[in-house]
């Protein structure tokens, strides 16, 4: 059993949640959610022993921890063999190769290097090795992300009928209304416990949202109500009635004021600008080969981009996806327009957005970085900042000290500012808060140029208005289909 007493949390003053209270008991699956940077990944590496500096009691004796970060590392190996004997002595290598099989990984070279492997298969292969430790708490942050769909109802299957206790961070709603049976919500630094799924929580919240906004109602009425008595008073002059309205104010309104629940739950725009003709070239790929070594990994790859066309680019883990649009990102990024495989339109304006985010400089200011990447001013970079629901308080913080949602709430901002003929997303939805998603949703569905997009989020595709599925499998576009 896990219990958690008064556990809070503060960074440079500031607090990040305060008072969370529970007891994690067997055939427990938690669904931890919030807003990005509410503290889920904090309070997720506190249980896991990563954090040690808190207030607060927590006891996790007598339990084996399984911990996956939202970004895994795989730090002094170089090969997947390598990384396998460093997690498990050598007679329980089965285990690892169990897993990887279970997650659809039937494949794996133990002497491929782990820098050639896709995003989803460094999450299987780190994913395996958490595993195979046989853990009793499973404390996983964001498990979806990379991986393809496959893969998502395996580890779906797995967590259904785990033993001992899980507590996952996710905001893919799907996955989470198939596993959990608890939800624990930070928001505003607050901590509550929900019985039920992530079906169950829309429910109980909103009757909870209702409640309040009642009350909101009722006290913006009585602050109405006494502000007026307050200018009656002041107009017949009478000191003392006026000292007893004031203080009446004071008592029933000040002191008591009750917030709008639903301030905050109002989502940004962002405009995304540029356009083409129809017929103007965006992008075409012709023959288009590429090894690692001796493991290749595309093998013919040949398609067109013309006017608005928006392509997703669909298949498992390893398929060469991210590769394909790593090889096209290096021409626009060395200003090669036509290489022989790779042919780029003229007068494009590209914007690409890696799983990565290796387009932000993480030791910068936000507001420097807003300004850098938008090309604009310090007036207009805090103003953007500000739809981005980043307050004054944050604008000096460093990038690096953002969740990865709130880094990918930057980069669509900066996205916002410039004009795109063209924009080349790799899962941009990974790691987003359902808010964060939302607005970059509503982007992407009013943009009226061309993309190339990587999802495994078939509902947020779908909503893009995507003509053209490309399907990608070992290295190869095995077959096209126009919407």
């Known amino acids: 059993m896990i219990k958690a007493s008064n556990l809070s949390k503060t960074y440079v003053s500031e607090p990040v949640f305060s008072n969370v209270n529970f007891v994690l008991a067997d055939n427990s699956v938690v669904g931890l959610i919030g807003d990005n940077g509410s503290g889920k990944t904090t309070l997720l590496s506190i249980l896991a022993g990563k954090v040690e500096h808190y207030d607060g009691v927590l006891n996790t004796d007598g339990e084996t921890i399984g911990y ?7 730090e002094d190996v170089k090969l997947v063999g390598e990384f396998i004997e460093k997690s498990v002595f050598s007679f329980e290598k089965y285990k690892i190769e169990s897993a990887l099989r279970f997650l659809g990984y039937h494949h794996f070279d133990e002497y491929q290097e782990i820098k050639t492997l896709s995003g989803g298969e460094k999450a299987k292969l780190y994913l395996s090795a958490v595993l195979a430790q046989e853990p009793t708490v499973l404390l996983l942050d964001e498990p979806t992300n990379h991986l393809d769909i496959d893969s998502i109802i395996a580890l779906s299957d797995y967590l259904s009928s785990f033993r001992g206790k899980v507590v996952t961070v996710s905001h893919d709603r799907a996955f989470l209304d198939a596993v959990v049976n608890k939800i624990w919500e930070l928001h505003d630094g607050k901590f509550k416990e929900y019985i039920g799924n992530y079906a169950t929580f829309e429910e109980l919240k909103q009757q909870e949202l209702e409640i309040q906004q009642k009350a909101y109602v009722g006290w913006v009425k009585k602050r109405d109500r006494l ?23 004071e008592r029933e309104v000040v002191k008591v004021e009750v917030k709008d629940p639903f301030k905050d739950k109002a989502v940004a725009k962002l405009n995304l600008t540029g356009e083409s003709h129809a017929g103007k070239l965006i992008l075409s790929v012709s023959d288009l080969n590429k090894s690692f070594g001796e493991k290749e990994i595309l093998k013919n790859i040949s398609f067109e981009i013309r006017g608005n066309d928006k392509i997703w680019l669909y298949g498992k883990n390893g398929s060469g996806k991210t590769t394909i649009l790593k090889e096209v990102e290096e021409c626009v990024e060395k200003g090669i327009l036509d290489d022989g495989a790779i042919r780029i339109g003229n007068n494009l304006g590209i914007g690409y957005y890696a799983q990565t985010q290796e387009i932000l400089n993480f030791d910068a200011k936000l ?9 604009i ?18 604008w000096e913080r460093q990038v690096k000290s953002l969740s990865y949602g709130q ?4 980069i669509f901002g900066a996205f916002s500012l410039g004009n795109y003929n063209f924009l080349i997303l790799d899962e941009p939805t990974n790691h987003l808060d ?12 009013d943009y009226k140029g061309a993309m190339l997009i990587v999802s495994h989020d078939r509902y947020f595709v779908e909503r893009l208005g995507i003509n053209k599925i490309l399907f990608l499998e070992n290295g190869r576009i095995s077959k096209s289909e126009i919407l």
């Open 68 to 74: 996956l970060p939202q970004e895994v590392h795989f």
């Open 377 to 394: 001013d310090w007036l207009k970079a805090i103003s953007m900042l500000g739809r981005l629901q980043f307050d004054k308080s944050e």
């Open 367 to 375: 507001e420097d970085e807003i300004q850098r990447l938008g090309k």
């Open 434 to 445: 359902i808010k964060t998603r939302t607005i970059i949703e509503n982007a992407l569905i």
């Open 407 to 410: 880094r990918a709430r930057l």
């Open 227 to 249: 502000e007026s008595l307050i200018a009656l008073e002041h107009k017949k002059g009478v000191s003392g009635n006026v000292g007893a309205a004031e203080k009446r104010f």
